[in-house]
């Protein structure tokens, strides 16, 4: 079939056919009981009033799939049925047919033919009316325009409503699969923030069980086995604390087990002096200076735990990492910033050592960019790490990590 000017071999919808034929149907009742819509026709034969209603009927087959080719032809063939006794299925079915073509066609169609239908029936009543000069000539007007134009501006209607139903089904889809990225990228965070916690909390616990225990293995001696055990029973004990506590921060609202409280600045004397046990084997001499209000400041809980975990991770690489030396640690709050900053020698160390994978600084970073602030980490000449003061003279390399933080709501990133 025809329409457009595309041939295309389209199969009618099943309601298209249940409209066909019903109307073909009930016309061949009327015909059949001599109900004709008038008479005094140029073609008065009673089977002539067929062959448009006919036509109508198959036009009805393409009202969905061809609205344009059937409204065309479905127009011809009411004017053709006008020189007939006429039938009421043919000016019912082309009513259908008119109601599709807005319905189903294409937009620039369902804004003209209301507007075509509107002029229709005003130049009918008008011709009409002043042909007959009765009026009795306005009935025709009046018909004319609840065969053309009501079916057209029904038809813009309801396409209009299918069109706005359309529209929130897809805003309501958009907004699910926007939902649903929030929950995932929610739930990627939440997962990155407790690989973070559980890195930082369990990693400088295992780290000095790992060293004592090489060293208690490799080193034949009573004392040292004995030091290297007491440490390593300090550290698993400690350990064991610390994985209840996230254990609790991942519990919903459990009864017995309470979450405890975040670790805070306050805590740094006694981590500093964790590391000194733990790596006094390993010659590092871990000390912590700080300067203005760092530990007294009420500061934002995020900015805090995150000091302290860049801390605790920062002291976990040293002891892994860093050569025999000083191991500083600095602490300021000053013009709405945190500023920390952990240096240690950058070097080969002897004895034994850790595993590293590289999450630590990874982790360090991302807390720090979730904060809004500044990071930086990496080796560097000059000194041992103490300003110059230490030993090893200037042309040795020191390791570096350096975290600004900013420390009000303002310049927080949520």
Request: with cysteine; glycine share 10%; net charge neutral.
């Amino acid at each position: 079939m025809l329409d457009g000017g595309v041939l295309t071999a389209i199969r009618p919808h099943r309601d298209d056919v249940v409209l066909a034929a019903s109307g073909l149907l009930g016309g061949l009742l009327l015909w059949l009981l001599g109900l004709h819509t008038q008479g005094g026709r140029p073609l008065s034969a009673p089977w002539v009033s067929l062959v448009p209603m006919t036509v109508m009927a198959a036009m009805e087959l393409l009202r969905r799939s061809a609205p344009r080719t059937a409204l065309i032809v479905g127009t011809l063939m009411l004017v053709a049925d006008q020189f007939t006794r006429g039938s009421l299925a043919t000016v019912l079915m082309f009513s259908d047919i008119m109601y599709a073509a807005v319905l189903y066609g294409t937009p620039a169609a369902a804004r003209r033919i209301p507007v075509i239908t509107v002029f229709v029936t005003l130049a009918s009543t008008i011709g009409f009316l002043a042909w007959f000069r009765r009026p009795e000539a306005l009935l025709i007007g009046v018909v004319t325009g609840l065969v053309s134009f009501m079916p057209a501006i029904t038809g813009v209607v309801v396409r209009n409503h299918r069109v706005a139903a359309e529209a929130a089904r897809l805003a309501a889809r958009q907004t699910a699969r926007l939902a649903e990225m929030d929950r995932t990228q929610a739930v990627v965070a939440e997962r990155a923030r407790m690989a973070r916690e559980l890195h930082d909390m369990v990693a400088n616990h295992l780290s000095a069980v790992a060293i004592h225990s090489t060293a208690a293995l490799s080193i034949d001696d009573p004392d040292t086995s004995r030091n290297a055990l007491r440490v390593i029973r300090e550290n698993s004990v400690e350990g064991l604390a610390e994985m209840r506590r996230l254990i609790g921060l991942l519990r919903e609202g459990g009864e017995d087990d309470a979450p405890a409280a975040a670790p805070t600045l306050a805590s740094l004397d006694a981590l500093v002096e964790q590391t000194n046990v733990n790596g006094a084997s390993g010659g590092l001499v871990c000390t912590l200076e700080c300067t203005g209000d760092a530990l007294s400041a009420a500061l934002p809980t995020p900015v805090e735990l995150a000091a302290y975990r860049i801390v605790q991770e920062s002291l976990t690489n040293a002891l892994k990492h860093a050569a025999p030396g000083p191991v500083a640690v600095r602490i300021t709050h000053v013009d709405g910033e945190l500023v920390i900053e952990v240096t240690s020698v950058f070097g080969s160390r002897p004895g034994p050592t850790a595993p590293g994978s590289g999450a630590g600084l990874v982790g360090m970073r991302e807390r720090v960019a979730l904060l809004g602030g500044t990071f930086d980490a990496g080796a560097e000449p000059g000194g041992t790490g103490d300003g110059g003061r230490g030993r090893g003279g200037g042309g040795t390399k020191i390791w570096r990590v350096r975290a600004q933080l900013p420390v009000t709501e303002g310049t927080m990133r949520q």
